[in-house]
């Protein structure tokens, strides 16, 4: 993973961060009209005028009640190298109207962000809709440059790491999850993306090589079903001797000793009539990536047959290189009924170390895969299996069951006057002005809520009686005494303001902190099927605020 330089919590300036992973992630980013509204700023003598924005989702996605912020690295990295080249100022002024004065490209020519502040949630976080992810302070037309670079940048990295999360709880803590979709990814920056934020939401491991590179995430992977159909016979195996795993030895021929486990396996009685003659092109496929491999072995084996053909030929393979000091990985199924399959894997396993005396043997690693999804784990868990760790690409990396996370970047202060943004969908309408936010824990040890309140409010206290309502339902409050408080704005850029930053953490350590911040979780908000809604709240004072604004702010109808 690229480093990122800057100073530990408490010193008192912005750090230096490299660019942004993905080059294509510039100032030109964004959407032409942030570029015709920050015009009409600098026309009107706004675009030096101090503004807040938040960034916030309305809904959790996946018909759950939960998600995983991410991104907020990324946008860090991009406003902290936000500079104009000539050649995309040059850009810009062939895009906008020509009645576009010359003085406002040298206004672009000499922006940055150092004049911008960032607070956010911290990245892995369980959040929750309406309480602001991001705060973004700074002049109007700054900002307003950056909302869709920092929507684009948090909507999809929160969106599949969600999916990743959620993919983990139903798989389970003891399950190995692998990435596999980089194929099916939306381009190469969606499987770059996928593969990061997917090990953040708990994979172990992608298939992804240069993720694994840009970001040191695990990697693992066998071959392909076109290796397997690549081979005819043993006779294609040249260089057939194998060195023990001590180097004290040498097996000369070891496609004969293979052969030589096979037929032993075919004549014993526990496996009379389950299988007859495997396929030999299969087999010598198997035994030439054994020779490649004798430390990595692992099989793909249901290119012809699983029972019948991959999982003898498999144990046949294992069985020689154990005899060499070696121990097989394992296999792994990417078709028919996976359930099933893998149970009767198990017991053919267990029945190899049972005859032979293999200590291990039964436990070898059975891996699935074969577009699956969270509903096909769920499924799997209630017919019972043996599948030890699920590879998962389409639908995880594409986010096939919902489009994306629909994240909003909304005005909500400028020049210290709050500002709100009404709708006749109350879903829609924004709440106003500089907040902070916090999260309540209660007695065992659960967050309860969510609260915001004004920034000027006096912070929660633990043991303090609380009232904590409903931004917009009058009739929904209760009484929190919250036995823990977190404060969840941080900041993460400071600009030249002096204010004490936080660091960004490494990629592992986020990853943790998604794991434990889902186990503090109530379990009935994470489970799959009709999850309790977490309560998202404000102050008493912040809801009289808002609807004070509100009445202010809407007009008054006239009837006639």
Not at 155 to 177: D, E, P
Not at 207 to 229: C, E, K, Q, W
Not at 395 to 403: D, P, S
Request: aromatic residues 12%.
């Amino acid at each position: 993973m690229d480093k990122v330089n800057g100073p530990r919590n408490g010193d008192r300036s912005s750090p230096v961060v490299d660019g942004p992973t993905n080059p294509m992630v510039t100032p030109l980013l964004t959407d032409l009209y942030q570029f015709t509204m920050a015009y009409a700023y600098w026309k009107a003598g706004k675009h030096d005028e101090r503004a807040v924005f938040d960034l916030y989702f309305r809904r959790n996605p996946f018909g759950g009640e939960y998600t995983i912020f991410a991104g907020l690295e990324e946008c860090i990295r991009l406003i902290a190298n936000f500079k104009f080249t000539e050649e995309e100022i040059s850009f810009v002024k062939q895009a906008l109207p020509s009645s576009c004065e010359e003085s406002f490209y040298n206004y672009l020519r000499g922006i940055d962000c150092s004049d911008v502040e960032v607070y956010a949630i911290s990245e892995g976080s369980v959040v929750f809709p309406k309480v602001p992810l991001v705060r973004v302070e700074g002049p109007v037309a700054v900002v307003q440059l950056l909302e869709t670079p920092f929507v684009n940048l948090i909507n999809y990295a929160s969106l599949v790491t969600t999916n990743a999360a959620r993919h983990r709880f139903v798989a389970g803590k003891s399950k190995v999850l692998l990435e596999f979709g980089l194929r099916r990814a939306q381009g190469p920056d969606g499987g770059i993306s996928a593969s990061k934020y997917c090990y953040m939401g708990g994979f172990d491991a992608t298939s992804n090589v240069a993720a694994g590179m840009l970001f040191g995430i695990p990697l693992r992977g066998t071959h392909s079903h076109a290796f397997v159909s690549s081979f005819m016979s043993q006779d294609e195996i040249i260089n057939k001797s194998l060195c023990s795993s001590d180097g004290l030895r040498t097996c000369e021929d070891f496609p004969s000793a293979v052969q030589t486990w096979l037929n032993k396996i075919q004549w014993l009685p526990s496996f009379h009539g389950t299988f007859g003659e495997t396929n030999q092109s299969e087999l010598a496929a198997f035994t030439s990536y054994a020779l490649a491999f004798p430390t990595d072995f692992l099989a793909l084996v249901d290119t012809y047959d699983v029972m019948r053909s991959g999982i003898p030929n498999f144990c046949a393979v294992a069985l020689a290189l154990n005899d060499l000091g070696y121990r097989a990985k394992g296999i792994r199924l990417d078709s028919g009924d996976l359930a099933y399959l893998s149970c009767e894997t198990r017991k053919f396993f267990m029945a190899i170390e049972k005859e032979f005396g293999v200590p291990g043997f039964g436990k070898i690693n059975i891996s699935a895969s074969n577009d699956l999804n969270e509903e096909t784990l769920d499924a799997l868990n209630k017919q019972g299996h043996e599948v030890d760790a699920f590879g998962i690409g389409t639908y995880l990396v594409t986010c096939y069951a919902q489009a994306a996370l629909g994240c909003v970047f909304k005005l909500v202060e400028i020049n210290n006057q709050p500002r709100i943004k009404l709708s006749e969908d109350v879903s829609k309408v924004s709440i106003p002005c500089k907040k902070r936010s916090f999260r309540l824990y209660g007695k065992e040890g659960y967050p309860l809520v969510d609260i915001m309140s004004g920034e000027n409010e006096p912070a929660p206290k633990v043991g303090e009686r609380i009232l904590c309502r409903h931004p917009f339902n009058e009739s929904k409050r209760a009484y929190v005494v919250p036995q823990q408080v977190e404060e969840l704005l941080k900041c993460y850029w400071a600009g030249k303001s002096g204010k004490a930053v936080e660091c960004l953490p490494a990629l592992k350590d986020i990853r943790d902190r998604c794991i434990k911040q889902l186990e503090k979780m109530r379990p009935d908000h994470m489970r799959r099927l009709n999850p309790t809604p977490y309560k998202v709240s404000v102050s008493a004072k912040l809801y009289d605020f808002i609807h004070f604004l509100w009445l202010n702010e809407a007009p008054v109808g006239e009837l006639q």
